[in-house]
C-alpha cells in the first residue's frame, strides 16, 4: 500500500508532464514572433566558386573532402575561390544563381537541376552564375589544383581545358 501511495502520483505526475510536452503550441502568425532559418547561398561574392556535389554513400567523395583538408597545393590554389558543398541527399533550402537565375529549391532538387547525378561532381562557375567547367568524378589533388588555376587564371577564355591540362601536366 506505501508503495502504490508514493508511486500513483509519480505515474500520473511523469504522464502530466508527457502530455504537456507533447502537445501542439499554436504559434502566432505575425512577423515579430516567426523566426525563419535563412537557407543555404550559394551564390558568390568573389569572382569565382566551386561546388562541390557529393553523396553520403561516395568513396570518392569522401576522399576529395580529405584532399582539400590536407592537400596544402589545393588550399593554395583554392585562395581567392569560394568552395561550396551540396548533399544529393538533403533537402535543405539553399539559394543559387547558377545558371544565371535566382532560385531557392531544395538541395536534392537543385542537384537534379544542374544533372549532377554522378558523384562528386565539380562545377565551376562565376559571379554571375555562368558554369565555365563541369567535371563529374573525382579529380586527384594535382589535377584539380590545375583545373581551379585554368578557372582562376582565365585560360578558359583562351583555350581548351584538356589543352591546359597537357601543358599542367
Known amino acids: 500500500m506505501l508503495m502504490v501511495k508514493y508511486i500513483l502520483p509519480l505515474v500520473v505526475l511523469s504522464l502530466a508532464l508527457l502530455s504537456g510536452a507533447c502537445e501542439k503550441k499554436d504559434t502566432p502568425k505575425g512577423d515579430e514572433t516567426t523566426q525563419s532559418t535563412p537557407s543555404k547561398s550559394i551564390i558568390p561574392k568573389g569572382k569565382y566558386a566551386l561546388l562541390v556535389v557529393e553523396s553520403k554513400s561516395c568513396i570518392y567523395c569522401a576522399q576529395l573532402k580529405k584532399d582539400l583538408k590536407t592537400e596544402e597545393k589545393l588550399k593554395e590554389a583554392l585562395k581567392g575561390m569560394e568552395l561550396y558543398t551540396l548533399l544529393y ?3 535543405e533550402p539553399v539559394r543559387s544563381n547558377i545558371g544565371g537565375e535566382l532560385t531557392e529549391l531544395p538541395e536534392k532538387e537543385l542537384a537534379k537541376k544542374l544533372n549532377a547525378t554522378s558523384f562528386p561532381t565539380l562545377i565551376f562557375y ?11 568524378g573525382y579529380l586527384p589533388p594535382d589535377k584539380l589544383a590545375c583545373v581551379i588555376n585554368y578557372v582562376k587564371t582565365e585560360k578558359f577564355k583562351e583555350m581548351k581545358l584538356r589543352d591546359y591540362m597537357k601543358e599542367c601536366a
Open 126 to 136: 562565376d559571379k554571375e552564375g555562368n558554369v565555365i567547367v563541369r567535371i563529374p
Open 89 to 91: 541527399e538533403s533537402y
